[in-house]
C-alpha cells in the first residue's frame, strides 16, 4: 500500500466516525479539565445527574420523589420521554417529556410507591432518556400493608 491510499483510507475513516457520531447526537471534545498532559476524548451526551439514587424505606401505600437533572450535553437538540422500568413501582411523575436545545436542562421527578413487597423488599428500576441512562432503588421495610 503505498502512502497516498494510507491517507485516503484514513480520511475515509474519520470522515464516517465523525458522520456516525453526529447521527446519533455525540459529539468528541477534549477534556479542558484533565490534569495529565494528554487531553482525553470525551463523548458528549444525555446525562442524568445524578445517575442514581436509592430512595431507602418507603411502606407500602406511601411514596417518596426524587428531583433528577437531565442534561443534554450534545451540540444537538433532543426531545423525546423518559421511559421508567419497574412501573408502577417507579414512575415519572413530571418532566417526562423533553425538547431541551444544546446545553439546555429539565428536571425530571421520579416516583417509588411500592405497592407489594418485591424480593426481599428490595426494589431496583431504569431511567432512559435518549442516550442518558440512571438508575433508582428503594426498600419495603416490612410486608405489612403491601398486596
Known sequence: MNKHSFFAIAFILVIAMVTLGMAEGNVFS??????????????????????????????????????????????????????????????????????????????????FEPYKYGTDGNWSGELYAGSAYGTVSGTVPTPNGCD
Open 30 to 111: 477534549t477534556n479542558s479539565s484533565d490534569s495529565s498532559s494528554e487531553a482525553n476524548m470525551v463523548l458528549q451526551s444525555m446525562i442524568f445527574s445524578p445517575d442514581s439514587w436509592d430512595f431507602a424505606d418507603t411502606s407500602c401505600g406511601n411514596y417518596r420523589d426524587f428531583s433528577f437533572e437531565l442534561k443534554n450535553q450534545t451540540a444537538y437538540s433532543q426531545s423525546g420521554n423518559v421511559v421508567v422500568s419497574e412501573t408502577p413501582t417507579f414512575s415519572c411523575v413530571s418532566g417526562c417529556t423533553y425538547n431541551l436545545n444544546s446545553h439546555e436542562s429539565q428536571y425530571v421527578q421520579i416516583r
